[in-house]
């Protein structure tokens, strides 16, 4: 017997929820200051390195506008970094600085146990441990494996 369909704003606003628990696991940072249409302007660069504003743009659904100030305050803020496309000089290219992986390893590193026993309402840990078994079990259908943590991440 099959469950009930998931219809597709259940299953966002499930993603919505996944992700809140997510930044919950990890202590405040910028990224928790910046507003979410930034994030995910920065997430779609982390995913698609060397994509232009206009990649990036049609990715995201933003206006070019909003695309292209994120991208600047990102700059700014030393997340991203821009260089100009050797093939077409007109177009810039919009990948993550060099040291952000170091920086997001700390964020990597973080368990979702707290936070995850606090959305579920519990403090059974075996309650938590069949969560996080049942969410590995997702990403690993959804990637094909566990999502690749930063370099210099430590196992």
Same mark, same amino acid.
Request: overall charge neutral; charged content about 30%.
């Given at each position: 017997?099959?469950?009930? *369909?998931?219809? @597709?704003?259940?299953? !966002?606003?499930? @993603?919505?929820?996944?992700?809140?628990?997510?930044?919950? &696991? !990890?202590? *405040?940072? +910028?990224? +928790?200051?910046? %507003?979410?249409?930034?994030?995910?302007?920065?997430?779609?660069?982390?995913?698609?390195?060397?994509?232009? /504003?206009?990649?990036?743009?049609?990715?995201?659904?933003? #206006?070019?506008? +909003?695309?292209? &100030?994120?991208? =600047?305050?990102?700059?700014?803020?030393?997340?991203? /970094?821009?260089? &100009?496309? %050797?093939?077409?000089? $007109?177009?810039?290219? /919009?990948?993550? =600085? *060099?040291?952000? %992986?170091?920086? =997001?390893?700390?964020?990597?590193?973080?368990?979702?146990?707290? &936070?995850?026993?606090? =959305?579920? @309402?519990?403090?059974? #840990?075996?309650? /938590? $441990?069949?969560?996080?078994?049942?969410?590995?079990?997702?990403?690993?259908?959804?990637? @094909?494996?566990? #999502? #690749?943590?930063?370099?210099?991440?430590? %196992?």
């Amino acid at each position: 017997m099959y469950a009930a *369909p998931v219809k @597709g704003l259940e299953l !966002f606003l499930l @993603g919505r929820r996944l992700m809140k628990i997510g930044e919950r &696991a !990890f202590e *405040p940072s +910028h990224y +928790h200051r910046m %507003p979410a249409s930034v994030r995910t302007v920065m997430l779609d660069v982390f995913e698609n390195p060397d994509s232009s /504003v206009s990649e990036i743009t049609a990715r995201t659904g933003f #206006p070019q506008s +909003h695309v292209s &100030a994120s991208v =600047a305050r990102l700059r700014e803020d030393g997340v991203l /970094v821009t260089t &100009a496309d %050797p093939k077409d000089r $007109r177009r810039t290219l /919009v990948r993550q =600085a *060099p040291d952000v %992986p170091k920086r =997001a390893a700390k964020v990597a590193n973080s368990t979702v146990d707290d &936070a995850l026993a606090a =959305a579920l @309402g519990t403090d059974d #840990p075996e309650e /938590v $441990r069949e969560t996080v078994e049942l969410l590995e079990k997702l990403a690993v259908r959804l990637w @094909g494996t566990m #999502p #690749p943590l930063p370099p210099d991440s430590p %196992p």
